[in-house]
């Protein structure tokens, strides 16, 4: 097979953490050949995705001591070539969020590439639609009691009402902007003005779940069923889980309330072609669905002694091969 990936630029990626290197570590190991391109390096001609792709060849991290050691340099990339993208055979959208101007337009020029002919991971129409906060609020028999609101006496009213709560951005990752709430805050009033651009945005507003202290659970879901999970725990100096805040993470399983979740959200993620996707879960409770370009393969490999990325090269292997069959 020939596989695309869309990534941020590569000498920015970090091996021994990065899902992308992982993925595309396990397609080479695999037989195929491994292309690279970029959002902006995305156009249409003649009503079709092309892009400026470089091949790709992977020195594979090892891992030593019970952590993952990447060779200096790790890749080296072949001249770029104007390519159209229905000459892959499958297109990863592995591009770093916000979802912003440029994020959105990516995925509007790969909606004109033909997935009967090159499956596209994730769908760009399901990508705009299920932003990484506002998506989990339709399982509501998942999710913490929520609002979303721009309103700062509504806002007030939900902390005073609940005793503690968490205020999300809805268009942040790695936990940036996400603040503790408390009733009395003499912070209030600032801290919601400065969230919601004083009253133009709304913000996620969540009750406090005190599990959170035990732990935020990444569950990777490939084609709505989990294939592996990992616990992220804070530093101690932040409440915030989150690795990318200096959380650690930690070897986990996955428990029959989390199995549930994942049965509840399967088949709309299947509808939706969201088909790698990682959940987070705190205390028997869904509070995101990352779509973008969920990560957590290297950590969950190194602490399980897995190989996620086979699996999902494995699965599109398979689903190529069902789809010419038919």
């Known amino acids: 097979m020939k596989l695309a990936f869309i990534i941020d630029p590569i000498h920015q990626l970090d091996p021994c953490h990065d899902t992308s290197v992982a993925l595309m570590e396990a397609a080479q190991t695999l037989g195929h050949e491994i292309w690279v391109t970029q959002a902006n390096l995305l156009s249409v001609v003649d009503s079709k995705a092309w892009a400026i792709l470089q091949q790709v060849e992977l020195v594979p991290v090892q891992l030593v001591e019970e952590r993952w050691v990447a060779?200096?340099?790790?890749?080296?990339?072949s001249d770029a070539y104007f390519t159209s993208l229905e000459t892959m055979d499958a297109v990863f959208m592995r591009t770093d969020p916000p979802v912003n101007d440029s994020y959105l337009y990516a995925t509007y020029v790969l909606d004109y590439i033909d997935q009967h002919k090159t499956l596209v991971i994730n769908n760009p129409n399901?990508?705009?639609?299920?932003?990484?906060k506002m998506y989990a609020l339709q399982f509501t028999n998942a999710i913490p009691e929520t609002i979303v609101s721009a309103d700062k006496q509504f806002i007030r009213q939900f902390l005073e009402a609940k005793g503690a709560a968490i205020i999300k951005p809805l268009g942040n990752k790695a936990g940036e902007g996400i603040l503790f709430l408390q009733?009395?805050?003499?912070?209030?009033?600032s801290i919601v003005e400065l969230s919601t651009l004083h009253g133009r945005i709304p913000v996620m507003v969540q009750t406090y779940l005190p599990k959170a202290k035990e732990g935020d659970k990444r569950i990777i879901l490939l084609n709505g069923e989990p294939i592996g999970a990992l616990?992220?725990?804070?530093?101690?100096?932040d409440f915030r889980n989150n690795m990318a805040a200096g959380g650690t993470v930690a070897k986990t399983e996955i428990t029959p309330r989390e199995y549930e979740i994942c049965t509840q959200i399967a088949e709309t993620l299947r509808k939706d072609g969201l088909i790698f996707v990682g959940i987070d879960v705190i205390g028997g409770y869904?509070?995101?669905v990352n779509v973008t370009?969920?990560?957590g393969i290297r950590e969950i490999d190194r602490l399980d002694s897995t190989h996620l990325g086979y699996q999902v090269i494995e699965w599109v292997e398979q689903t190529l091969l069902t789809k010419k069959l038919q």
């Open 71 to 77: 060779t200096n340099p790790w890749y080296k990339l």
């Open 126 to 132: 399901g990508i705009r639609g299920a932003n990484e």
């Open 183 to 189: 009733p009395g805050d003499r912070n209030f009033n």
């Open 231 to 237: 616990n992220r725990l804070s530093s101690g100096t």
């Open 286 to 288: 869904l509070t995101e």
């Open 293 to 295: 370009s969920p990560t």
